[in-house]
């Protein structure tokens, strides 16, 4: 029984890295529906809900809801804090030793992370189009999840002996995003053309670029409908579990 485990787990060692090469441009679309109220001349409210798929959008990526505050400074620059909530579908992972053997395998969860937000905005209208730059602080929480990762034990003769369950340890993560978007108002057309790039930071420098095309339609300024294609660089190997990735956007917010 203990060879047949250590057979299956070899073998889906090889299947996980197959996975793993052919997901390295991987396909995804994310919905997001929003509300936002104008409380005065200064202060915004809004509220979002997202869902995301990855996997050439065969599998759920994860769900996000979250709150966020606006604050006018003054004209051209913005001030904004928010709170997401994440449910994330957490892949696979399967790590081994130098011996090739199967070292600790941790399948598919569910689990929760926190994220926290501080923005600041400045903007400036020229003619017809409107530059705008925004630095972004942001932390996230993943608390620890217990039993979900196995640790695999060996004999003296490389024989599988025993496995023991251990917990997916919390993190704490801060990252800084950096983002310059280019938008157009047509004269006289409801359809509003927009690019940006955005630049993700963190302790170890550039963690992911993310470069975003896509066009805004506005009926009576109160709807707004959002198509967008995203293309995600990534450049880190943490345990976000990302990687390149090509993204198409719908998005519906409401102003009121």
Not at 23 to 35: I, T, V
Not at 112 to 127: A, E, Q
């Amino acid at each position: 029984m203990e060879r047949n485990l250590r057979t299956i787990l070899a073998l889906l060692l090889c299947q996980l890295s197959l996975n793993s090469a052919l997901a390295q441009n991987d396909f995804g679309m994310w919905y997001e529906l929003g509300a936002e109220k104008k409380l005065s001349r200064k202060w915004n409210m809004s509220a979002e809900a997202e869902f995301r798929t990855r996997n050439n959008t065969k599998t759920v990526d994860r769900w996000s809801a979250g709150l966020s505050a606006e604050y006018k400074i003054l004209k051209g620059l913005k001030a904004s804090a928010g709170y997401t909530f994440l449910y994330d579908n957490n892949p696979e992972e399967l790590t081994y030793n130098s011996s090739g053997d199967p070292k600790k395998w941790t399948p598919r969860y569910w689990g929760m992370r926190h994220r926290f937000n501080i923005s600041l905005t400045g903007s400036l209208d020229w003619n017809r189009f409107k530059f705008s730059l925004r630095e972004r602080w942001q932390y996230t929480y993943r608390p620890e999840v217990k039993d979900q990762k196995y640790k695999f034990e060996y004999d003296s003769d490389d024989v599988l002996s025993n496995y023991t369950l251990q917990s997916v340890k919390g993190k704490g993560k801060h990252v800084l995003r950096s983002r310059l978007a280019i938008g157009y108002d047509i004269p006289h057309w409801k359809l509003d053309p927009f690019v940006n790039v955005e630049m993700f930071n963190d302790r170890d420098g550039i963690q992911k670029m993310r470069y975003q095309a896509g066009i805004d339609y506005k009926i009576q300024k109160k709807h707004v409908f959002q198509l967008t294609y995203r293309f995600q660089n990534v450049n880190s190997n943490d345990d976000d579990y990302e990687v390149n990735s090509h993204l198409i956007g719908l998005s519906y917010k409401y102003k009121f």
